[in-house]
């Protein structure tokens, strides 16, 4: 089977007599292109603001030097580091013609003097070694991003959102216990259904009703309340909706990893959408987009290793450091839970913690052969399919 580019270096042959190369440093009030044209000796750099027709006309004018200098431009080629705008430029270029590519922030090498100067004329100087390397087709100068289409980004925004609803929905309900607390009431229950109505029937240890502006407080914090758990629920309804209409493409990859006993419709959410629907190269660029790889200190006779690297997607980590915990509790005679309990039978917690992120490395590449490959699971066990 053929394997995906893992765009650590680019496979078209470079002709830098044909090609005009630009980088971009990218800030919210302003734009610094700097660029290689063929046939002119200056390097120019021009500072924009943050405008697409402004970049695109830069780069034309740029295209329309080197043709008066005698060469004939076939090609454009723009990079520019992922941040804060996404990739939406890289999209909009592609459509005008522009070859565009996203270069991973952490693969560009800098110097690691105490004190080094950076600047953004700095900054463009060392994103321009990086991306002329890697058009060369030689390894190791910096790698790119994936860049995904609109579809692609707008299928992660509900569970994003969703998780960011939960984190709001704690908040409140702890700011709500605290200030309970403080009076002596500690058996209120703000998350039952009907905590609302029951609220003003509430009494300190002393007899004495709420506070007045207490109260007024807590009213207007379970308004909010039920306002977050009301589009929770509104998430979570049209997910289902979802993927009873879709019978092919990640909604059946969900559906799938859902079967899992153990893994639930949101875990299967989260990973096919951020990880487990994207063009792989193999399962070590699974395990090092996961963030679950090591990161060692070797240096003559050291050998240490300092954890985990923390450079994949944080979601996917996350997710699948509390899946490996579940996954001993609802797959015990599954082959990863007993190669667990071989590889801790000392019964040390230290052993514990550590060994729960090689399983959580050894299970998600093995939900992605399950999801793309259909390689089953030794040992697991299914829920019956709907």
């Known amino acids: 089977m053929p394997q995906p580019n893992d765009l650590s270096r680019s496979l078209v042959a470079l002709d830098q007599n044909s090609t005009i ?3 971009i440093e990218m800030s919210q009030s302003s734009w610094l292109v700097a660029g290689m044209l063929p046939g ?7 500072k924009l603001e943050p405008s697409p027709e402004r970049l695109l006309g830069l780069l034309h004018g740029w295209q329309d030097e080197a043709v008066r200098a005698g060469r004939t431009i076939t090609r454009i080629a723009v990079a520019f580091e992922a941040g804060r705008d996404g990739f939406w430029l890289a999209r909009w270029l592609a459509a005008r013609g522009v070859e565009a590519h996203v270069i991973h922030a952490s693969s560009i090498a800098v110097s690691r003097e105490h004190r080094r100067a950076k600047t953004d004329r700095l900054d463009t100087e060392l994103l321009k070694r990086g991306f002329l390397g890697w058009l060369r087709g030689e390894r190791g100068h910096c790698s790119m991003a994936h860049v995904p289409t609109i579809a692609e980004e707008d299928a992660k925004r509900p569970n994003r959102e969703r998780d960011s609803l939960v984190g709001e929905r704690t908040r409140i309900v702890n700011r709500i216990k605290s200030t309970l607390a403080r009076l002596g009431i500690r058996n209120f229950k703000p ?7 029951r609220l003003a029937a509430v009494h300190t240890p002393e007899g004495m009703p709420l506070p007045p502006n207490t109260l007024a407080e ?3 914090d379970m308004a909010r309340l039920g306002f977050v758990v009301s589009q929770i629920r509104e998430i979570e309804d049209a997910r289902q909706k979802r993927l009873e209409q879709h019978e092919t493409g990640p909604p059946a990859m969900v559906r799938r990893l859902a079967r899992i006993v153990g893994v639930g419709v949101e875990t299967a959410d989260l990973l096919v959408h951020e990880l487990l629907s994207r063009p792989m190269r193999d ?3 699974v395990a090092r987009y996961a963030g679950l790889t090591g990161s060692p200190d070797e240096s003559g006779a050291r050998r240490r290793e300092q954890g985990l690297a923390r450079a994949g997607n944080a979601r996917v980590r996350r997710a699948m450091i509390q899946l490996a915990w579940r996954f001993l509790m609802f797959q015990k005679d599954s082959a990863l839970a007993l190669w667990y309990r071989a590889r801790t039978a000392d019964s040390r917690s230290g052993t514990r913690k550590t060994m729960i992120v090689a399983l959580a490395r050894k299970l998600i590449i093995a939900l992605w052969r399950f999801v793309t490959t259909d390689e089953p699971l030794e040992g697991v066990v299914l829920r019956p399919a709907s």
């Open 21 to 23: 190369i630009a980088v």
């Open 283 to 285: 399962r070590r660029a």
């Open 191 to 197: 998350t039952l259904r009907k905590a609302a109505e």
């Open 218 to 220: 807590l009213q207007r």
């Open 40 to 46: 002119i000796e200056r390097q120019p750099r021009k």
